[in-house]
């Protein structure tokens, strides 16, 4: 059974910083693309960053220079360091697992930034 589990959400102020990370199991996560969206009430889930298998990166103009994403591949996570947040950034945050044809979600986590 293929699970994905976020942490590390929760209220910061603006200007402050969390780390998310995304616990895979059931996956040989070291295959697959992993990556963090964020979603708020009526709009489609949005792309922070993604790391492929490789380690290579890619990020949301509005990620850029904020959010670092990693992963380890022998612990099976993914983790999104967000600094500099901003009260746009109050969202749920999703991690998500892609192989080929399939991927697969987690539950999310919020993330709330007061100003």
């Known amino acids: 059974q293929v699970q994905l589990v976020e942490s590390g959400g929760g209220v910061v102020q603006a200007g402050g910083s969390l780390r998310l990370s995304c616990a895979a199991s059931g996956i040989i996560a070291a295959r697959y693309t992993m990556g963090w969206y964020r979603q708020t009430p009526g709009n489609q889930r949005e792309l922070d960053a993604t790391?492929?298998?490789?380690?290579?990166?890619n990020y949301a103009d509005s990620a850029k220079g904020r959010f670092t994403i990693s992963r380890d591949n022998a612990k099976k996570t993914v983790d999104l360091q967000m600094n500099s947040l901003e009260s746009e950034d109050t969202a749920v945050y999703y991690c998500k697992a892609h192989f080929a044809w399939t991927d697969y979600w987690g539950q999310g986590t919020q993330v709330t930034v007061s100003s």
């Open positions: 790391i492929g298998s490789g380690g290579g990166t």
